[in-house]
């Protein structure tokens, strides 16, 4: 059973359109974060949430935490080339419990 | 740069054989986690460490083991090994134990089973 689950699992859009991706869960998670991961390299932490309705900004990506926490969405505005990559969502239920990764958006910005 | 060393970058080896991978954590992070990334199960929490003891386990199988050591560094065990073992396999640190505290993860070692 997949806990996170993450939609769409792969887009491709023009540079400079807006999007939006998902990461949703029946389960209520302490927290989570957002991660890209490129070809044959680790993951990178974007974001970590931890308060149910929290927005964080980076630049050009926002990310809101659900008000129940048990969703997250990440929304790229102006989207570039550089924003190509595999986006991960990741939670835990409690700062001691084990950390489940979403199997990710796959996002490719066309130039 | 992450900060975290993996070793070896690539592995090559027979079914039934036994390897172990090898990470050092990044300078002051007291907590390393182990994953295995495949194509259609993605990113898997194996096991997490922190200052030597076993923290958290998640979908490490029977034939896996792991280890941290005083100089905190940690080894990855895998034995009696399967096609199906075949993956990414990414170590990452973190200054403690919880969530919330950045991972760094390191450059993976690409463990290919034949």
């Known amino acids: 059973t997949q806990l996170l689950e993450q939609s769409p699992q792969f887009l491709s859009i023009q540079e400079g359109e807006n999007l939006t991706v998902y990461c949703n869960s029946s389960s209520v998670f302490s927290s989570l974060q957002w991660y890209r991961q490129e070809p044959g390299e680790g993951p990178v932490l974007l974001v970590t949430?931890?308060?149910?309705?929290e927005v964080k900004k980076l630049k050009r990506l926002t990310f809101q935490f659900g008000d129940a926490r048990k969703d997250s969405s990440l929304h790229i505005t102006a989207a570039q080339p550089g924003d190509t990559g595999l986006y991960l969502c990741a939670g835990a239920k409690s700062k001691d419990d084990k950390i489940i990764f979403g199997k990710g958006t796959r996002l490719h910005i066309l130039p | 740069d992450s900060g975290v060393t993996q070793t070896p970058k690539h592995l090559i080896t027979a079914t039934g054989q036994r390897v172990t991978l090898r990470c050092s954590p990044r300078?002051?992070?007291?907590?390393v986690y182990w994953y295995q990334q495949s194509l259609d199960q993605g990113l898997q929490f194996l096991i997490q460490y922190y200052n030597g003891e076993e923290r958290a386990k998640g979908n490490i199988l029977e034939r896996f083991s792991a280890q941290q050591f005083p100089d905190l560094h940690s080894e990855l065990n895998l034995s009696s090994l399967e096609l199906g073992d075949s993956a990414l396999y990414f170590c990452a640190s973190s200054v403690a134990g919880a969530l919330i505290y950045e991972q760094y993860f390191g450059p993976g070692t690409r463990l290919t089973v034949t």
């Open positions: 949430v931890v308060t149910g309705g």
């Open positions: 300078s002051g992070d007291l907590s």
